[in-house]
């Protein structure tokens, strides 16, 4: 077929986040009349193995013990809490009155707000900084850390009992955050409130992520995991002609390590994302 003949691109966008949140957003770019496929290449799940039952139901009874609790994203929020207990019912909001909630984005913040919490107990990174990630919340919440002050970081975990952890895999910023903390006299814990793990692609969304690397599809990226389950996925693809859409410069550098032919930054704001797809060639 002669280059002229060709389709042209189109801007479509291919969502990867966890199934849920994949939905969302497709929901959402709709709505701002961008075309938009989900393919979650993260799939997202409760805890299974017993101990980590144990130590989640032990952190969240003790929740009020904390200075803060930051969690890494909205599923650490919905998988953290009861889901099915009424916020208004639920005893954090009478027990931890003192304890802040810190969150590394407004996602997370929205989840929190959703779930009860109160939005005058939340920390967030400032709505002007160049990156929602542990490093512009630390610059927030800095000031509350005194020494002997306990945190906790509820984060997510592989599905595999004896694989990396979910921090190990893409949670350098959690690591940085902790080492921050502890230098501030602080004490950290960790717990893992949900499972992460590759999804298994069916064939038609194998289907779909192949025509995506070709025709033009611009890939929205959160996470270097998807990126990688991607990459297990489709071994030998050539994503030469594929065009990413991340929102981390460590997100960047995975999807120049697989290929992509064009990779751009920008914030996961909804309105960031939506204009730089809107301003991709």
Request: charged share 20%.
């Amino acid at each position: 077929m002669s280059l002229a003949a060709r389709t042209p691109p189109t801007r479509r966008a291919i969502v990867t986040r966890p199934e849920r949140d994949a939905a969302q957003w497709v929901v959402a770019l709709h709505a701002r009349g961008i075309e938009a496929t989900a393919l979650p290449l993260i799939a997202i799940a409760g805890c299974s193995h017993p101990d980590a039952v144990a130590a989640l139901r032990r952190a969240r009874e003790g929740f009020g013990d904390y200075r803060a609790v930051m969690f890494v994203s909205a599923n650490a929020v919905r998988y953290f809490f009861e889901s099915n207990r009424p916020p208004a019912h639920d005893p954090l909001g009478h027990t931890a009155i003192k304890t802040r909630a810190w969150s590394p984005g407004p996602g997370t913040a929205q989840a929190l707000r959703d779930g009860g919490m109160p939005a005058a107990r939340i920390d967030q990174p400032a709505a002007t900084a160049g990156q929602f990630d542990s490093e512009s919340l630390w610059e927030r919440v800095q000031p509350q850390v005194q020494p002997g002050d306990r945190i906790l970081i509820v984060r997510g975990a592989q599905g595999e009992a004896d694989g990396p952890s979910d921090a190990a895999q893409s949670g350098t910023g959690r690591e940085w955050l902790a080492q921050q903390i502890a230098a501030a006299g602080g004490q950290v814990e960790f717990v893992a409130a949900y499972e992460r793990a590759a999804p298994q692609l069916t064939p038609a969304q194998q289907a779909l992520a192949t025509q995506a690397a070709t025709d033009g599809s611009l890939w929205l990226f959160s996470s270097s995991e998807a990126i990688a389950h991607l990459a297990a996925a489709l071994p030998g693809q050539d994503w030469r002609e594929a065009r990413a859409l991340v929102t981390h410069p460590r997100i960047a550098q995975a999807a120049d390590a697989l290929g992509f032919g064009a990779v751009r930054q920008c914030r996961p704001a909804l309105d960031d994302v939506v204009a730089s797809i809107e301003s991709h060639p």
